[in-house]
């Protein structure tokens, strides 16, 4: 059953630096008909991702800004439960892009069937999908790692770190995850099988605790983080290092970011790319099927945080901004027919 209306998230106003919960305006509205060659797609897992701050900011950027009242932007996962479309059936799992609201009108700009038989649909927002293809492409095409070396990452328990570190012992290396806390640093070593996992909240030497887990030194950085954590792991780069340069959560709230220790990338012939995930959107067919090859035979293990309803959204983005999630975050706004 259709209901007349529904809930969705709207952005009330553009925060300045810490986000607030009345940043964000719950509203009702009425659940839209398709029209000829649409669907309407109930969405039953909203993604919550650091990018979403970004887009709360009237600045330039790689993605245009949500405007004042207008749907926050987010991966979803939904079920198709009217079609006007030829190509979709009722019951139809699909990804895509339709924001924060429990009902939206596709197929929208990054549709993409998802296949329930597979893995929980749940991964098409985490570990098989665009977090999962960040660690994939970042690591492997940016981070270029080699046997024997030495790959630490930041946020490494979260949606795109813990597969980095994963993918790292696949391909012969040392992991080395640096994470907020003891029981995010055990999940990292004992649950992912890191090598070694830094807590940089008790750390007071941080350059000095990353030295003592690397101590042939750092060949790829995989940074999430930015500011004084990365200024660490900078400081023990190797001659030659890689910095896979994924983004700088630590710096989302601030206008100011903070000094950077970059005076040592000349001498040490260190290469830092910057990446969206998208420039390897040419290669996701391959590398999502190799994902969910590893997921399926448990090669590659994830961890999902999961939040039960829209009126949690904002809430639950803040946390993240701070680091209260512990997996890749989601939002459940309905149920999941296929979940047993
Ligand atoms: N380039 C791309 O295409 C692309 C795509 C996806 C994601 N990203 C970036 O990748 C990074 C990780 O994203 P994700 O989806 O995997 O998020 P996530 O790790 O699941 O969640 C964010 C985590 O960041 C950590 N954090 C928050 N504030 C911090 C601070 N001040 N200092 C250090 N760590 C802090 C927290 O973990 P702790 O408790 O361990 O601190 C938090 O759990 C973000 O920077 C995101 O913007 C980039």
Redesign the pocket.
Known sequence: MIPKTHRRVVLARRPAEEVAETDFRIEEAPVPAPGPREVLVRVIYLSL???MRGRMRDAASYAPPVGIGDVMTGGTVGEVVQSNHPGFRVGDIVEDRLGWQEYALGPGPALRWVDPSLAPISTANGVLG??GM?AYF?LYEVGQPRAGETVVV????????QIVGQLAKMAGCRAVGI???PR?CAFVRDTLGFDDCID?KAQGDLAAAVKAACPGGVDVYFD??G?V?SDAVFLNLNVWARVAL?????QYNTTEPGPRLLGAFVGKRVTMRG????DFSGKYGPALRQMGEWVRTGRITYKEDIVEGIENAPRAFIG??????????QVKLGPDPSAR
């Open positions: 991702d650091p990018y665009m977090p960040t970042g930041s946020a490494a328990s979260g949606a795109v770190g994470a907020g806390g995010k940089y999430n983080v500011g954590v994924c983004g700088s959560i630590s990446f969206i995930v998208w993240l901004l701070r680091g209260d999630n512990f997996g890749k975050l």
